[in-house]
């Protein structure tokens, strides 16, 4: 594997479910980010961590909860998530943080 | 106020020509921008990053940035058709907060 990957790539939930996304990173990097990106509006960063410490929580509802075991992984745990919640949830990683960042694949939710 | 704006477009120019992608920026502390380039249905690709006031320059692309009019803009030069897709720019604020832009479409007409 190479560069940054998410699992899955797709995923249908419904509001009462708990589910979690997995990223992981192949890059050496220090710091990973969640973002949510929504048809017609910008790129969202939700959470990030540099060498394992949350440094910015922008926000997001408590139903997202991020969790990172260490520098190459990332989670995102979901609980009772909402329908306006379904957006495409992209995982980034960049050497320490405030550095280029490079993307996953990531993740299409569908909420119902 | 939006932290980055850009020109949705759509921006079309011919294969060959020039193509001028502009981004504006609010907050004047902002220390890095960037320039991601997203393909339908994909996820955004680094282009190039820029940190100091003038011109950097990586193959066709040219990334310039202008702190005091805290204006980005990227140059494609030569487009070709696999140059079509969405550009997105991306500015690092304080702290480790990115702001991205909704991003231009472009648009290369064979």
């Known amino acids: 594997e190479t560069g940054v990957t998410q699992t899955p790539r797709h995923l249908v939930m419904g509001m009462t479910n708990k589910k979690s996304l997995k990223c992981e990173q192949h890059l050496g990097h220090n710091a990973m980010y969640w973002y949510k990106q929504s048809a017609k509006k910008p790129l969202e960063l939700m959470f990030v961590?540099?060498?394992?410490?949350?440094?910015e929580n922008n926000s997001v509802p408590s139903r997202f909860s991020p969790e990172c075991p260490n520098s190459s992984h990332l989670f995102l745990h979901l609980h009772t998530l909402q329908p306006e919640d379904s957006a495409l949830y992209l995982c980034a990683s960049s050497a320490p943080a405030g550095y280029e960042q490079y993307f996953g694949p990531g993740t299409r939710l569908t909420v119902t | 106020q939006k932290e980055v704006e850009q020109n949705s477009g759509p921006l079309s120019v011919p294969e060959g020509a020039i193509a001028s992608l502009n981004c504006t920026y609010s907050?004047?502390?902002?220390?890095?921008f960037f320039w991601y380039r997203q393909y339908s249905g994909k996820s955004p690709e680094l282009i190039m990053f820029?940190?100091?006031?003038g011109d950097k320059e990586d193959g066709r692309f040219t990334a310039q940035l202008n702190k005091a009019s805290q204006y980005v803009s990227l140059l494609i030069r030569d487009s070709q058709p696999s140059d079509s897709a969405t550009y997105l720019c991306?500015?690092?604020?304080?702290?480790?907060?990115?702001?991205f832009g909704t991003g231009t479409s472009l648009t290369v007409i064979p």
């Open positions: 820029i940190y100091s006031n």
């Open positions: 907050d004047r502390g902002s220390q890095s």
């Open positions: 961590y540099n060498f394992k410490e949350q440094t």
């Open positions: 991306a500015v690092k604020s304080r702290g480790n907060q990115f702001y």
